[in-house]
């Protein structure tokens, strides 16, 4: 049994002792396959220097049946190298609650502002603007042309991880 493995069983019976239901790990058919191909990768690219690599990938069709196919990996050591308040303005713009709604209307198929309007979740024409404005500006969205929004096709499935990780 792989370390990983071992210290999430653990985990598990931990977290039972303390009464605390913990979500099983969602994977595809139950093993960690992406994680083991993203072992061999870095083993195969003789990254020996590393501590180790992040992938996050998807395959995604969404309401519109529109469909998205995306990864990106990252050694861990060049990520912690990095200046984290790069991201701040990215983050910060899916920390409202509206925008969020807001996010997944437009990938359920609504894209314009009134198309928005009519959710009453989401405030007014005004304050709609303002939120579409601020997703804009920090690359969650782009114009389509003639006052529509998209999500653009390299966002789609970073959103659904971030979404995915921050999910209680």
């Known amino acids: 049994m792989e370390l990983e493995e071992r210290v999430a069983a653990l985990e598990e019976r931990v977290a039972a002792l303390e009464g605390v239901e913990r979500p099983a790990p969602e994977t595809v058919d139950g093993t960690f396959w992406a994680l083991e191909g993203l072992r061999a990768r870095i083993e195969e690219a003789g990254a020996a220097g590393e501590d180790g690599a992040v992938l996050f990938t998807g395959s995604v069709r969404l309401p519109t049946d529109e469909r998205y196919e995306w990864q990106l990996g990252a050694f861990t050591g060049r990520l912690l190298d990095e200046d984290w308040a790069l991201g701040a303005e ?20 609504r894209r314009t502002a009134a198309e928005l309007a009519e959710s009453a979740e989401t405030g007014t024409t005004g304050q709609i603007y303002h939120h579409l404005r601020q997703l804009t500006g920090a690359g ?29």
Do not use: C, D, K, Q
């Open 140 to 168: 969650w969205l782009h114009t389509s042309g003639r006052g529509r929004y998209e999500v653009p096709a390299a966002r789609v499935v970073p959103l659904l991880v971030v979404l995915t990780a921050a999910r209680p």
């Open 90 to 109: 990215s983050l910060a713009a899916l920390g409202n609650p509206v925008r969020l709604r807001l996010l997944r209307e437009i990938l359920g198929g």
